[in-house]
């Protein structure tokens, strides 16, 4: 990690992206939601994209206890590592 820099949000922004599209994950809720629930945002422009014909975008989403949108690579590397151990 970055040295002397303690804000968890700037560490995650500034890890490099392996691929041309990405998602950095900004925070979590440790809660269950009611359906019907209603978000608020306040969003500052902080960091300018046009320059690079970038996006921003806010993503609510569920994860899986792998970690992703999609429990399949994570089941992968479960099955591959117990394949592993075991031959």
């Known amino acids: 990690p970055l040295e002397h820099v303690t804000n968890e949000h700037f560490v995650v922004w500034m890890r490099v992206a392996t691929r041309p599209q990405f998602r950095k994950l900004y925070g979590y809720i440790e ?3 009611p359906a019907g629930t209603e978000f608020s945002f ?3 422009l902080n960091y300018v994209v046009e320059s690079f014909e970038g996006t921003k975008a806010i993503i609510i989403s569920t994860n899986s ?3 992703g949108k999609s429990t399949l690579i994570g089941q992968t590397f479960y099955y ?3 394949f592993c151990l075991f031959c």
């Open 31 to 33: 809660q269950t939601i």
């Open 42 to 44: 306040d969003i500052n």
């Open 65 to 67: 206890i792998t970690g």
């Open 80 to 82: 591959m590592g117990f």
